[in-house]
């Protein structure tokens, strides 16, 4: 989460998955200004998982960085440019609030 504070991601939201499903324990996505800021994200991201011990992350997306996703385990990372994050939506799909809004009967 440092990673993605220090190279100013926007929106971050991390969601627990523990109990719903068996892909990871948690689940973290962030929004970048533009393609370069969304690899630069990635990159800060992979670095940090790689200093803290663990073995390198599956990654894709490069070099298009219009989302780019990276598998380490128990967490995953989705890093977006602004469109494409509200198309595909993930909160939704995991139940959460986007930043800055709420569902509707909520």
């Known amino acids: 989460m440092t990673a993605l504070d220090e190279s100013k991601a926007e929106e971050t939201v991390i969601i627990d998955l523990a109990g719903k499903t068996s892909i990871a324990d948690w689940m973290i996505i962030a929004s ?3 393609t370069t800021q969304v690899g630069a994200l990635a990159d800060r ?7 803290a ?3 390198t992350p599956a990654v894709e997306g490069f070099p298009a960085n219009d ?3 990276i598998d380490a385990g128990d967490l995953i990372v989705h890093l ?3 469109e494409v994050r509200q198309f595909y939506n993930l909160e939704k799909m995991w139940g959460v609030d986007r930043p800055g809004e709420k569902r509707q009967g909520a």
């Open 32 to 34: 970048g200004r533009s």
């Open 67 to 69: 989302w780019v996703l």
């Open 45 to 51: 991201i992979i670095k940090a998982l790689k200093e």
């Open 53 to 55: 011990g663990g073995s």
């Open 80 to 82: 977006f440019r602004p």
